[in-house]
């Protein structure tokens, strides 16, 4: 197979995954976001939670029956500007669309609008639902639980997720404002990346069960598993450089993913059961939209958060600095290269997207 990277059509791709989700029994509905969530996470370069995670972790875990391809969106708790969902192990993309759309349309009425969600699974890049809020002239909060993989502070056991809490606010440029990472040093996802490139992971990312640094990738993912390797939070090892910090806010994030729902957390999301055999990790969300025009008009809002951001990229440059980028900038110029090229398939996710191609018998004609 050809290892240079060939380009593939955005819609082309996406239409490839949705008919591949419903090829294995989710809902023409869903299946549409689903493929949608994925693709808009390569169209800003978020490649470690885009199309190369389609067949490892969304069919891979529907084959393997610990996700359900069909999701029971219940609610199970409401008042007019809070709600309370399980999404009974169903697609973590349509729950988290869903659970997104109901904040946003509670604070429309109410101007604040929070929901929460147990029992969920993986939904993809979380920029994705603060962005909904954007595009309703909102800020946007989510967060999310994950598999354990973070040692706290001082410690060399994975107990914590990678735990996001992602932020979006509109603002008068061409891109808003939108800071989406992990709460530790790097995440599983672009380990997983790491791994389909052949890359040792470099100093800081990962530690041992004697508190060095890891670097062979491979290995790393089995490890993670079986609490023998551990992510840093952000800030790294110790305190002098603020890993308290990090592992400060990742335990918030397992808090306000967790407690409000009831979610699963810690070790209960480790994605084995007692006999060592995968199980579903079922998963805790949270939500928040605010509606700005409850505080200020719109337009002023954006501006200001617009000046902000270019007073800030407008500073003095560190010697060598060639410039200085606010969240969300880098993305948007990824968009801006890839909006006419489409998505780089690598040979790992050729390798990967053929394979689906054959099992499911889908008729698509791939690129390569």
């Known amino acids: 197979m050809d290892d240079r990277v060939t380009w593939w059509a955005f819609d082309e791709v996406e239409d490839f995954m949705r008919a591949g989700f419903e090829a294995i029994g989710v809902p023409h509905e869903e299946a549409v976001v689903c493929a949608n969530v994925l693709i808009a996470a390569d ?5 470690s939670h885009g199309v190369g995670r389609f067949k490892p972790i969304y069919l891979d875990r529907i084959w393997a029956g610990t996700q359900n391809p069909k999701t029971d969106f219940e609610v199970v708790k409401e008042s007019p500007s809070t709600a309370v969902i399980d999404g009974h192990n169903g697609m973590g993309h349509y729950i988290a669309k869903r659970a997104m759309q109901m904040a946003i349309e509670k604070a429309d009425k109410c101007g604040l609008g929070m929901t929460v969600v147990r029992n969920s699974t993986h939904y993809g890049a979380a920029f994705y639902y603060p ?25 060399v056991e994975p107990m914590l997720g990678t735990n996001p809490m ?4 509109p603002s008068d440029e061409d891109f808003p404002y939108m800071p989406d990472y992990a709460t530790s040093v790097t995440q599983r996802g672009k380990l997983e990346l790491y791994g389909r490139l052949g890359k040792e992971l470099p100093d800081g990312w990962v530690i041992g069960q004697d508190g060095k640094y890891r670097h062979d990738t491979q290995q790393v993912l089995v490890d993670l598993t079986k609490d023998l390797a551990a992510l840093t939070p952000l800030g790294g090892l110790g305190e002098d450089l603020g890993g308290y910090k990090g592992y400060g806010n990742t335990l ?16 209960a999301l480790i994605g084995v059961d007692a006999n060592g055999k995968p199980c579903s990790i079922e998963l805790g969300h949270s939500f928040l939209a605010i509606k700005i025009e409850n505080f200020v008009e719109l337009d002023k809002f954006k501006k200001q958060v617009g000046e902000i951001c270019r007073q800030l990229r407008a500073s003095k440059k560190a010697p060598g600095a060639a410039r200085i980028y606010t969240p969300g900038e880098k993305e948007h110029e990824t968009w801006l290269f890839r909006k006419d090229k489409g998505v780089p398939f690598n040979d790992p996710l050729k390798k990967a997207f053929t394979q689906v191609k054959e099992k499911l018998g889908l008729p698509h004609k791939l690129p390569f």
């Open 252 to 267: 918030t994030v397992e808090l306000l993913s967790s407690c409000l729902s009831q979610a699963n957390f810690m070790k």
């Open 131 to 155: 962005q909904m809020a954007i595009d309703r002239g909102m800020i946007g909060m989510t967060t999310t639980s994950a598999r354990p993989s973070i040692a706290p502070t001082w410690g």
């Open 43 to 47: 169209k800003r370069g978020v490649d």
């Open 166 to 169: 992602t932020w979006g606010m």
